[in-house]
């Protein structure tokens, strides 16, 4: 059996996304993170590390490189932290870090995402994760 990854939105899934979160404020994405041992910058020459680099390694550099980027966009990260296995969950699926971010509306996360200077240094993400997943969130009500 084939083992997809899943590093970028597929058109279907960013339609869904923008469809049901558009005009409705504030959300939170959940980022599930799984790096790879050693960051694979193949392709991505213009901005290849001077030396091989942990998928972890590389994920801290796009985030350096992200953060102020976020910021600008008004956005925040409320949480970063590593992960392992699920207390609940699937035994063989693990994770190894979890980010949440707060975006300020779908319209200024998808301004962000496809800005040039954003695109510019995104490849370090790609270096170094072997999967992730990307789940929106908005605020609900207690009772």
């Known amino acids: 059996m084939e083992v997809k990854s899943h590093l970028e939105a597929s058109p279907k899934a960013g339609?869904?996304?923008y469809q049901?979160?558009?005009?409705?404020?504030?959300?939170?994405?959940?980022?599930?993170?799984?790096y790879r041992a050693?960051?694979?910058?193949?392709?991505l020459d213009e901005i290849?590390?001077?030396?091989?680099l942990s998928g972890e390694e590389a994920?801290?550099?796009?985030?350096e490189y992200t953060l102020p980027l976020l910021e600008k966009a008004g956005s925040k990260v409320l949480y970063?932290?590593?992960?392992?296995?699920?207390?609940?969950?699937?035994e063989n699926e693990k994770w190894d870090a979890i980010l949440l971010v707060e975006h300020e509306s779908v319209a200024k996360f998808l301004e962000f995402s496809m800005s040039g200077e954003y695109l510019?240094?995104?490849g370090h993400r790609?270096?170094?994760?072997?999967?992730?997943?990307?789940?929106?969130?908005?605020?609900?009500d207690l009772l």
């Open 15 to 17: 339609k869904k996304f």
């Open 20 to 34: 049901h979160f558009q005009d409705k404020g504030r959300f939170v994405m959940l980022n599930l993170l799984k």
């Open 38 to 43: 050693i960051a694979d910058y193949n392709g």
């Open 48 to 52: 290849q590390a001077s030396q091989a």
């Open 59 to 63: 994920y801290r550099l796009y985030l």
């Open 80 to 90: 970063f932290g590593e992960s392992h296995h699920f207390v609940i969950g699937p």
């Open 120 to 122: 510019k240094t995104a």
């Open 126 to 140: 790609w270096a170094a994760l072997e999967d992730s997943r990307l789940l929106p969130s908005r605020p609900l």
